[in-house]
Every structure is written in structure tokens, then in C-alpha cells.
């Protein structure tokens, strides 16, 4: 069966096919980099992450751009409420980017084109719709003509009468429709600037996408992805300018995430409810923070709040415990039986239901419930008085893979006690079969100072740590 997305511009789920066969190229709308980015920014980054990786399980190379729009109205006070120069302040902070998306497990994408190095392309993007028709010049500012693209409404679903109806000029706006967009602005007094035909200014924000897709991508795109605020007006100007510029169509799948509520409140910073993700991940495992992102589908909201991310942690520590418990099996078992393939069958049946879900509009919040059900039978297999290498083998490698297409990983590197903590578990095990609990209570205390977790299984004492 083929893949199926949920097309923004349709609003129908539809089989994909690419341009090109067995290559996607796809272009996901970046942060704009003036303070670390916050969890509403992390969902994007980790959904069209895991739609990534998810493509290229199924065969294609995937050309994967995200852009960081490093010139912005919010970037330039930033840099002045800091006393800093606007390139400081952009590198710092697509420096912090990097390390937290890193941290959840996101991929480097293809590329990351930034606005300031791509303003050639820009200018150039622009001249062409000025040529056609489609753009003015208005002392030293640009604005797309939004009436002449005979499309625009068509990914919001909006007519041009009803967009009419609330947009209005602001003071110093110099358009000629209140529906015109700026596609490049005039200098102001003490801000960074480039050279243009139109004078010295900078590009307004939803040219720079345009400009980046098709330098990078070519002129049709296979997907187009942001979160679901980016909609209107970010992705419909784009569609706009792109299409007027190009004559052909921007992109064939337009993917949109949810948005995040925060204790079932809007995230904002007036509610005071704002969480970052430089300061969540140093909390909590990042890798909790990207299980508890995909538990929900991505065209779905979802609500944040410490007790859910505790819930999730306890869900994926499951299908954690159980690769565990199966690898300790496979270890200290001298009882094994002869393979089963009966139970192979059923594994092989949880990693195909997995692919159908993630083939459904890339349903992630499925693909873990089928995860849930292997960890069950892998649990079940393990009461067996029994048990074949070969079932456990599979039984693991379904868990590993299945988990590392969604970016999540189970197996743990193995790090070295030292001779001292080393003894004291063997210590412990001698107290036990002694019955002296009063003692192994004491080491297990001792080791937990030590951020030494030992856990007693049906299967031994193991232990992790803290």
C-alpha cells in the first residue's frame, strides 16, 4: 500500500508520489532565532523529523531543508536589548537550536540555508515578480500584488472577499491594497541592511522561503511542512509568490502539525506558561520529550503538563524494561529451547501493522500502541519456562528497529562499574540469599547515592543508572 498524507491543500489524505522516483524533497519551515526555542517549536522538529526518517525506512532519499530566518524584526531588538550585533545574536542562538533538537533526537537536515546567506537569490526572486507584473515598488518598499495571483486563498481555504473584509494598511504602509504583502522593506534608522535595486532594506519574512525551497529544491517541492500557525498567511504568501514567479505549483503535500496547550491552557507568555526547551530537557530525558511528542498524532493539539511527560516516561521505561528483560534472558538462561516459529510469525505481524499505521498519514501515536502490544508479548514469551535464542533475537530487534524509525533508542551503552560499586551488588545478591535484608536494603541505599538503580526481576538483579 502507498504511503497516504493528509494534504493541507486538499484537506483529504492522498497517496503520495513523488517528482522524482525514490527521492522526496522536502522543505520544513525553521525557527527564526532570536532566544532558544520553545516546545510549540519542538513539535515540528521532531514530527517532520520522524516523517523523514519513517521515508527513508521505505526507500527514498530524502533531501531534507530547514531554514533559520536570521534577519527579523524580533532578532534586531533582541540584539539591541542585548547590546549586540544581530549576527552574535543569530549564531548563538542557531548554535542552542542545534544542540536541543540534537538532544531529541532530530537529524541534521540536508541544509539549513539562513536568509543573510541567501539574499542574492532573494533580490533576484523578486525582480522576476516585479517583471511579471506580479509585485511594486513603493518608495524603497516591495509588496506582492495579491489580487493578481488568481489562487490565493486556496491552502486556508479563505476567498480573497473574506480576507478583504479584515485586512487594513497600517500607518506608514505605502501598498495599494490592504492585502498586498511586503516582499522587501525600506532601511530604518540604525538597522541592518542590504544593497537592492529598490535602495537599502531587507527581505520580508515569507520571501525568504520561496527563495530558499527553490535554490535548494527546485521549483516543486514533494512536501512543504510547518506547524499549523504557519498556514495562513506564511504558507498561502508562499504559494502566492512561488507560483506567480515560477508558473508551476510551489508544492505537492502541504503537512501542518497541531498546536500545544500548556496544562490545557494556550502556551504564551502572558499566561506565564511559556517552556523552553533548553530548560525542559536539562529535567527531563529528552528522549521522554520526543516519546511523549509522537504518542499523539501530529495533525492532532496536544496538551503538556508534568504528569503526561511522567506518564510517557513510564510508557516508554515499559518498552525499555522489556528489551532489557529479554537481553538479561538471553544472557544468564541456560534453558533454551529449540525456536518457535510460531512466535516469530507474530513478531513479523506487529512490525507489518507498524508500517500500515506509519503508511496512514504517518500515525504515530498507532505505531507506539503496536509497539506496546510487542513489549506485552515479549513479556508473556518471557514467563516461559523455555525460551529460544532466535524468538528472543527477534522479539528484540523488532523492539530496536520499529523504535529507531520513531528516533527513540532502547539499548543503553553499557558503561563499567568500578570494583568497588561492582562489589558491592555481588555483596548484596550473597546478603539476599542469606536473607539478611537489613544489609542488601543498606547496599541497594548506598549504590542508589552512587546513582545506581538496581532493580530485582524474575530474571536477576540488574541495574541502571539514575
Not at 530548560?279 to 496538551?303: A, E, G, T
Not at 537489613?438 to 532493580?455: H, P, T
Amino acid at each position: 500500500m502507498a504511503i497516504q498524507i493528509y494534504n493541507t491543500l486538499t484537506r483529504q489524505k492522498e497517496a503520495f508520489e513523488t517528482i522524482e522516483e525514490g527521492k522526496v524533497r522536502m522543505y520544513v519551515c525553521g525557527p527564526t532565532v532570536y532566544n532558544y526555542i520553545h516546545i510549540g517549536n519542538a513539535r515540528p522538529a521532531i514530527v517532520f523529523d520522524t516523517v523523514r526518517r519513517y521515508l527513508e525506512y521505505r526507500g527514498y532519499e530524502v533531501k531534507y531543508v530547514l531554514n533559520f530566518t536570521d534577519v527579523d524584526d524580533k532578532i534586531i531588538k533582541a540584539a539591541r536589548d542585548l547590546g549586540d550585533d544581530v549576527s552574535v545574536v543569530t549564531e548563538q542562538f542557531i548554535n542552542a537550536y542545534m544542540e536541543d533538537v540534537k538532544a531529541l533526537g532530530v537529524k541534521e537536515a540536508v541544509h539549513h540555508p539562513r536568509v543573510t546567506e541567501t539574499m542574492d537569490d532573494i533580490i533576484e526572486f523578486i525582480t522576476s515578480l516585479i517583471d511579471k507584473g506580479y509585485a511594486y515598488e513603493a518608495e524603497g518598499d516591495v509588496y506582492f500584488k495579491t489580487r493578481s495571483f488568481d489562487g490565493y486563498g486556496k491552502l486556508s481555504h479563505q476567498s480573497i472577499d473574506e480576507l478583504r473584509s479584515g485586512a487594513r494598511i497600517q500607518i506608514g504602509e505605502k501598498k495599494e491594497d490592504p492585502l498586498d504583502f511586503a516582499l522587501w522593506k525600506n532601511v530604518k534608522s540604525g538597522e541592518i541592511a542590504w544593497e537592492s535595486p529598490w535602495g537599502s532594506g531587507r527581505p520580508g519574512w515569507h520571501i525568504e522561503c520561496s527563495a530558499m525551497a527553490n535554490k535548494y529544491l527546485g521549483e516543486t517541492i514533494d512536501i512543504h511542512a510547518g506547524g499549523q500557525d504557519l498556514t495562513f498567511p506564511h504558507h498561502e504568501n508562499e504559494i502566492a509568490q512561488s507560483e506567480a514567479g515560477t508558473g508551476h505549483t510551489f508544492a505537492n503535500y502541504w503537512m501542518h502539525n497541531g498546536y500545544i496547550n500548556i496544562d490545557n491552557e494556550k502556551m504564551s507568555k502572558s499566561l506565564g506558561n511559556f517552556v523552553l526547551v533548553h530548560d525542559l530537557i536539562k529535567q527531563h530525558d529528552p528522549q521522554v520529550v520526543r516519546f511523549f511528542m509522537l504518542s499523539v498524532h501530529y495533525r492532532n493539539p496536544i496538551n503538556f503538563s508534568e504528569a503526561l511527560l511522567e506518564g510517557a516516561k513510564n510508557s516508554l521505561d515499559r518498552i525499555k524494561n522489556a528489551y532489557q528483560n529479554l537481553d538479561h534472558r538471553k544472557k544468564s538462561s541456560t534453558n533454551l529451547a529449540n525456536a518457535s516459529e510460531e512466535w516469530k510469525e507474530k513478531v513479523e505481524a506487529y512490525k507489518q501493522r507498524f508500517k500500515d499505521e506509519m503508511d496512514d498519514d504517518f500515525n504515530t501515536a498507532n505505531a507506539i500502541s503496536v509497539l506496546f502490544d510487542l513489549t506485552k508479548d515479549a513479556n508473556l514469551y518471557l514467563q516461559s519456562k523455555q525460551t529460544s535464542e532466535d524468538v528472543i533475537d527477534a522479539f528484540q530487534e523488532a523492539l530496536l528497529y520499529l523504535s529507531n524509525i520513531l528516533g527513540i533508542k532502547l539499548k543503553v551503552e553499557e558503561e563499567l562499574l568500578d570494583e568497588e560499586v561492582e562489589l558491592l551488588i555481588q555483596k548484596r545478591i550473597e546478603a539476599r540469599k542469606n536473607r539478611d535484608f537489613s544489609l542488601a536494603d543498606k547496599i541497594r541505599d548506598d549504590l542508589k547515592g552512587s546513582n545506581i538503580i538496581l532493580e530485582d526481576t524474575p530474571q536477576g538483579t540488574r541495574w541502571k543508572r539514575g
